[in-house]
C-alpha cells in the first residue's frame, strides 16, 4: 500500500516563512478591537510614562530603563521573549517608543554632525534617512515596535544574531511580530533592517490611519526639527513610511 497523499496545508521544509505565512498563523480570536489613538500620538506626541495606554519592558528583556509599548503589545513582547528563551534565544529589546522630542533630537544631532556640513539639505536628509526617522514620521512613535539584539547589520549574519533573527522569521508571526524593513530591493525607503520588530495588530491599523488622513489632507504638518522643510520633496510617507514589507499591506 502506497503513502496517503500528504494533507494540502502540508509546508514544505524547503520553503523559508514569509511574512504572509507568519501574519495568518497569528490567532486573532482573542485581540481586542482596536483603538487607533489621536493622530498626534501616532506623530510622536506621547509621554508613555505617565500613560497607562504603555507599559515599561522589565529588565530582564531590555538593556535600560525606561523602554516602554503599547500594553498589548508589551504583552505580546513578553510571550515571545519567553517563547525564544525555552528555545535557547535571547530577545533583548534595545529601544520601544520614541517620542517625538527623543526623534527630533537624534536628527538634530545627524543633521549638524560634521561630516554632513557640506551637504545641501535634501542630501543630508537623505543620509540621515538611511537609518533614522524624520522625527513625526518613526514607526516608533506608535509604541508598536520594537528594536531587538543588535543595531548594526553585520551582527544577524552569523553567531547569536543570525540565531536571533531565524528565531523570529520563523515564530516571531505567531505573537503578532512582523519584520518590516526587509531585504528587498524593490522596497523604497530605509535599509535593511534585521532587528525592527513591529506589532502588526496594531501598527497595521495605525499606519491606514495615517494614510488615510493624509489622503483627507488632515495629518498634521511635519514641523519642529532642522530642514523639515524637505519632508516633501523627499516623500517622506510615500517612500519611508510606506516603504514597508511588501506583505504588510498599504
Ligand atoms: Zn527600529
Not at 510622536?44 to 507599559?55: C, E, I, L, N, Q
Not at 488622513?213 to 504638518?221: D, I, M, R, S, V
Request: charge should be negative; aromatic fraction near 10%; avoid cysteine.
Amino acid at each position: 500500500m502506497g503513502d496517503p497523499p500528504p494533507p494540502a496545508d502540508t509546508i514544505h521544509v524547503d520553503e523559508r516563512p514569509t511574512a504572509v505565512d507568519a501574519i495568518e498563523r497569528f490567532d486573532t480570536s482573542d485581540v481586542q478591537p482596536v483603538i487607533v489613538p489621536p493622530l498626534t500620538e501616532l506623530l510622536g506626541h506621547v509621554t508613555p510614562a505617565k500613560d497607562s495606554a504603555f507599559a515599561e519592558l522589565p529588565a530582564r528583556v531590555s538593556t535600560r530603563k525606561g523602554l516602554f509599548l503599547r500594553t498589548e503589545a508589551h504583552e505580546a513582547f513578553m510571550q515571545m521573549h519567553d517563547a525564544a528563551e525555552k528555545d535557547g534565544v535571547i530577545l533583548t529589546a534595545l529601544s520601544a517608543t520614541r517620542p517625538f522630542s527623543h526623534q527630533a533630537s537624534i536628527w538634530n544631532r545627524k543633521w549638524k554632525r560634521p561630516q554632513a556640513m557640506g551637504m545641501a539639505p535634501l542630501e543630508r536628509a537623505r543620509d540621515i534617512l538611511k537609518y533614522s526617522s524624520m522625527p513625526g514620521t518613526s514607526r516608533h512613535h506608535w509604541g508598536t515596535d520594537v528594536d531587538i539584539h543588535s543595531l548594526e547589520p553585520s551582527d544577524f549574519d552569523a553567531g547569536e544574531g543570525a540565531k536571533v533573527v531565524a528565531w523570529l522569521r520563523s515564530h516571531a508571526g505567531r505573537f503578532g511580530f512582523v519584520e518590516v524593513y526587509t531585504e528587498d530591493d524593490a522596497r523604497p525607503g530605509y535599509q535593511p533592517e534585521a532587528w525592527h520588530w513591529s506589532y502588526l495588530p496594531l501598527s497595521g491599523p495605525f499606519l491606514s490611519a495615517i494614510n488615510d488622513a493624509n489622503e483627507k489632507g488632515t495629518l498634521p504638518p511635519l514641523e519642529g526639527f532642522e530642514g523639515a522643510f524637505v519632508a516633501d520633496s523627499l516623500y517622506v510617507l510615500r517612500d519611508y513610511v510606506n516603504g514597508i514589507n511588501a506583505t504588510l499591506g498599504k
